[in-house]
């Protein structure tokens, strides 16, 4: 009878898990990341060491890794992320600026078409932007605006709710007030707010990818790769990351930009952030009041079928 070779033991494919049960964002700077044994490590090589340290990161229970300046990633280290679903986003220093971004599942055909439909309607547009700013308010907008309109009376508020907060924390406010291509001439304030708006800015887009949607088309924002992910993040701003980052302005620290991201960390804990972005986002677009399309008969199905999950609607299998 002859010998069968002993097969080897096969780990199972790796399946994204969901977003609310992850941890948020984790920071990276000057290292290498790679896959050792398969798992996601970060590869210290700074100084004259003999050995590299290998640290550790959970990749498939983090939201968002936010790659600072110094970093470098394997190809191999790009794939698992992607197959577990964790949105790899390349920054600046410190975080006040994003460069790209890694995408870590597909828009599903069904949503991308509904929030197209959805955008491009402007009866069904504004009905959706009065949503987001009721839910951002906390109150209805004034009947019969425009969504032009509705955005200048945002503007407003925002530029008041700003003004608040400073006093609140003493800092002393003088608008909001940044230079893209040179941030370091900004005040604390302001380059507290950048690093904290670009940690909001990427956990939102993790959360808007896993849930099946572009990140590109928005309804308040449009015209930017990341408009419908700033239309979603402003809703939580004022209640999460502005106030964390005056409070930290206030107290002048040394290292301003690592105590922003320790309190995003905190307060998106604390709000419990991830758990709530994806049905948010699907209360704000129920708002036009219309249902997904459905396939049209003849359509031809996929070649190959998809497996069954455990993430989110808009991850790859």
């Not at 932007?129 to 425009?146: H, L, N, Q, T």
């Not at 290292?255 to 419990?272: G, H, S």
Request: glycine share 8%; with cysteine.
């Amino acid at each position: 009878m002859p010998l069968t070779k002993p097969k080897p033991n096969m780990l199972p494919p790796l399946k994204p898990i969901p977003i609310k049960e992850r941890m948020s964002i984790v920071f990276v700077e000057k290292g290498e990341i790679d896959v050792v044994d398969g798992a996601f490590v970060v590869v210290d090589q700074q100084g004259f060491r003999v050995r590299p340290v290998l640290t550790h990161i959970p990749v498939g229970g983090v939201a968002c890794i936010m790659l600072e300046p110094g970093t470098r990633v394997s190809h191999m280290a790009a794939a698992l992320a992607a197959r577990v679903g964790t949105l790899l986003v390349w920054v600046g220093e410190a975080g006040v600026r994003l460069y790209s971004s890694g995408q870590p599942g597909g828009a599903r055909a069904d949503r991308l078409l509904y929030q197209a439909r959805l955008a491009l309607d402007e009866n069904l547009r504004l009905k959706v932007v009065r949503k987001m700013y009721a839910m951002r308010f906390g109150e209805e907008p004034p009947a019969r605006r425009s969504v032009e309109q509705l955005r200048g009376i945002e503007g407003v508020r925002v530029r008041k709710t700003y003004q608040l907060l400073a006093q609140k924390f003493g800092v002393k406010w003088s608008g909001r007030n940044y230079n893209p291509e040179d941030w370091d001439v900004s005040d604390l304030p302001n380059r507290c707010l950048s690093s904290a708006t670009a940690a909001l800015y990427g956990v939102t887009e993790a959360a808007v990818l896993a849930a099946g949607y572009a990140p590109a088309v928005g309804f308040i924002h449009t015209g930017k790769p990341l408009s419908f992910v700033y239309d979603v993040a402003d809703i939580y701003k004022f209640e999460t990351v502005v106030p964390a980052a005056f409070k930290v302005a206030a107290s002048e620290p040394q290292n301003p930009e690592r105590a922003v991201r320790l309190a995003c960390r905190d307060i998106f804990r604390q709000t419990k952030l991830l758990e709530r972005i994806i049905p948010d986002i699907e209360t704000i677009l129920s708002a036009g009041e219309i249902s997904r399309p459905d396939s049209s008969d003849g359509v031809v199905g996929p070649a190959i079928p998809n497996p069954e999950n455990i993430g989110d609607a808009g991850h790859r299998s």
